[in-house]
């Protein structure tokens, strides 16, 4: 069993930047993680995944180009960085693990995953 918790959510103004880290209770190296957004009465979606090697990378079409997925496997901690934030971006930002099972393999449905994190929250606004 592997504990998750998020931090660095806040309040920023569209256009700023904010990264979410994802501490691990244990060795995350054979683990793959995701990012996900679920906003106030919508279904929860992903927006980066990382595959456990750190090779494989997938982004929502929405946030490609703004976001950076990236781990640390000596802090056992998973990194979302967030630039040029818009409005939409706001939400409960959730990271998840799931043992790797197909080596190399990322996924973005949240269906894939085992073990979520409490959330941080991210409110982009003036």
């Known amino acids: 069993q592997v504990q998750l918790v998020e931090s660095g959510g806040g309040l920023v103004q569209p256009g700023g930047s904010l990264t979410l880290s994802c501490a691990a209770s244990?060795?995350?190296?054979?683990?793959?993680i995701g990012w996900f957004r679920q906003a106030r009465g919508n279904e929860r979606v992903g927006v980066a995944c990382i595959a456990s090697n750190g090779y494989a990378r997938y982004y929502a079409d929405s946030v490609k180009g703004r976001f950076t997925i990236s781990r640390d496997s000596a802090k056992r901690t998973v990194y979302l960085q967030m630039n040029n934030l818009k409005p939409e971006d706001s939400g409960m930002y959730y990271c998840a693990a799931t043992a790797d099972r197909d080596y190399g393999a990322a996924y973005l449905s949240y269906i894939e995953y085992d073990h979520w994190g409490q959330g941080t929250q991210v409110s982009v606004g003036s």
């Open positions: 244990r060795s995350l190296d054979f683990y793959v």
